[in-house]
C-alpha cells in the first residue's frame, strides 16, 4: 500500500509558465514533507520543505503549499526553466522514526 | 565533506552470483537508508538504521538481501543469490537526526543482472 503517491508520472510545461507538480498521502502521523529533485544518474537532491504545522513555504522560484484536510501537497514551479527538467519526488517524514517515505516520482519537461 | 560515497557505481553480475553494495554515510550522521529505483515502484524504501541499529527492514523483498552496519562510517546491501529482477538503482542516504530534516543521497548503485 503506497502512502504516497504522486498520480502524474510526467508533465510538460512551457518554459515561463507555472510547473504544478502534485502529492498525496495516506498517512496522518505524517509531519514533515519535502520535495527532491533527481537528474538522470544522479542521486536525489533536497529542494525544498514543508512542516506539518505551515500551509505554505516559499524559496525563490519553488513554493510548496500543504492542505493537511485533503492529505494533499503541491509544489509550484514559476518561472519554470528548461533547467528544471527532472524527475521530482515527494517524500514524507514519519514522526516516530524519521524514516522517509517516498513517491513513485514525476518526470518534468520544461520546454524551451 | 564529500558526501554520501557509494560504490561501486555500476555492476555487472550472473544470476546466482553475491552482490555486495557499499556505502560510507557523511560523517556525523545517525541515520542511513538504503533504498531502490525502479520505474514501476519509484524509490523505495529497504531498510534503515539509526545509530548502527536497523530499525525497520519490512522493506526487504526477500531473505536474499541483507544489510549491515557494523559502524558509523560504512553500510553494505549484500544480495546472495542475486536474480535479474533485482535489476535496479540502489542509493544509500544519510541524515543528522538531531539537525536538519532532509537525507542526502549517495550517487547510487546501478545493478544489472544478466
Known amino acids: 500500500d503506497q502512502q504516497v503517491k504522486q498520480n502524474s508520472p510526467s508533465l510538460s510545461v512551457q518554459e515561463g509558465r507555472i510547473s504544478i507538480l502534485n502529492c498525496d498521502y495516506t498517512?496522518?502521523?505524517?509531519?514533515?514533507f519535502l520535495w527532491y529533485k533527481k537528474y538522470p544518474a544522479e542521486g536525489p537532491t533536497f529542494l525544498i520543505s514543508i512542516s506539518s504545522i505551515k500551509d505554505k513555504n516559499e524559496d525563490g522560484r519553488f513554493t510548496v503549499f500543504l492542505n493537511k484536510s485533503a492529505k494533499h501537497l503541491s509544489l509550484h514551479i514559476v518561472p519554470s526553466q528548461p533547467g528544471d527538467s527532472a524527475v521530482y519526488f515527494c517524500?514524507?517524514?514519519?514522526?516516530?522514526?524519521?524514516?522517509?517515505?517516498f513517491g513513485g516520482g514525476t518526470r518534468l519537461m520544461v520546454k524551451p | 565533506d564529500a558526501g554520501v560515497i557509494q560504490s561501486p557505481r555500476h555492476e555487472v553480475t550472473e544470476m546466482g552470483q553475491e552482490v555486495t553494495l557499499r556505502c560510507k554515510p557523511i560523517s556525523g550522521h545517525n541515520s542511513l537508508f538504503w533504498y531502490r529505483q525502479t520505474m514501476m515502484r519509484g524509490l523505495e524504501l529497504l531498510i534503515y538504521f539509526n545509530n548502527n541499529v536497523p530499525i525497520d527492514d519490512s522493506g526487504m523483498p526477500e531473505d536474499r538481501f541483507s544489510a549491515k552496519m557494523p559502524n558509523a562510517s560504512f553500510s553494505t546491501l549484500k544480495i546472495q543469490p542475486s536474480e535479474p529482477r533485482d535489476s535496479a538503482v540502489y542509493f544509500c542516504a544519510t541524515l543528522d537526526r538531531g539537525g536538519t530534516t532532509e537525507a542526502f543521497f549517495g550517487q547510487g548503485t546501478r545493478l544489472t543482472v544478466v
Open positions: 517524500a514524507a517524514r514519519d514522526n516516530a522514526g524519521n524514516m522517509l517515505t
Open positions: 498517512n496522518s502521523m505524517f509531519d514533515y
